[in-house]
């Protein structure tokens, strides 16, 4: 039962355009959400996080927007730049507001390609 | 330099023969994770680490076991590798309310 859902495999854009990643859960009790990136032969490194509490937060070119009563978050970069080039994963906590109460679940990762 | 550290990074290994594949990290995080990345299912935690002798089972412990004798380091121990073991293994560590930190990753191939 996969509680964290990335339904895109795959996205392309065009340099400067704007990239929308989504990701669906199902799990009410998740509190807060994360979005990793992962380079090849690289472990994921940490994006941008979001509690429960808020519905958008923005770090430079990055945003993250969560619906709560849709079980819904998206991962807006504006602008694309081909250096964001890589798998993008979601990923969800019921810690009661940690990212790290020991338990993450990951979505299955979205390929970004951002092309020149 | 902040990291967290796996190896080997590479093993091919046959069925049966038991190996552990060791983690550490050197920035005093209480939480410690090992996932497993498998096409189309994404990173799933197989154990977690809240502290020293603190362990607990993830999604999919079966055939795994760990270990937190010391804060820094949390081995991965296969008593007896099957096929299906195959994956791409990732340490993940992490402080109180923070967000978790990668290790490079380990490709097991057993045979």
């Known amino acids: 039962d996969q509680q964290v859902k990335q339904n895109s495999p795959s996205l392309s854009v065009q340099e400067g355009r704007i990239s929308i990643l989504n990701c669906d859960y199902t799990?009410?009790?998740?509190?807060?959400f994360l979005w990793y990136k992962k380079y090849p032969a690289e472990g994921p490194t940490f994006l941008i996080s979001?509690?429960?509490?808020?519905d958008k937060n923005e770090d430079g070119r990055f945003t993250v927007f969560l619906n709560k009563s849709a079980k819904h978050l998206s991962l807006h970069i504006v602008p694309s730049q081909p250096g964001d080039s890589a798998v993008y994963f979601c990923a969800a906590s019921a810690g009661g507001g940690g990212t790290s109460y020991g338990k993450l679940t990951f979505g299955q990762g979205t390929i970004l390609t951002v092309h020149p | 330099e902040a990291q967290v550290t796996q190896n080997p990074r590479y093993l091919i290994t046959v069925t049966g023969k038991k190996l552990t594949v060791t983690c550490s990290q050197n920035m005093n995080h209480e939480y410690m994770s090992w996932y497993r990345q498998d096409p189309g299912l994404g990173l799933r935690q197989i154990y977690y680490?809240?502290?020293?002798?603190?362990?607990d089972k993830g999604d999919v412990p079966e055939g795994y076991k760990v270990s937190r004798k010391e804060k820094r380091n949390f081995p991965l121990i296969l008593e007896s590798p099957s096929p299906n073991q195959t994956s791409l293994y990732f340490c993940a560590s992490s402080p109180l309310g923070g967000w978790n930190t990668f290790g490079s990753g380990t490709r097991l191939t057993v045979v």
């Open positions: 799990n009410s009790m998740f509190d807060y």
């Open positions: 680490s809240m502290n020293v002798e603190v362990t």
């Open positions: 979001i509690s429960s509490i808020k």
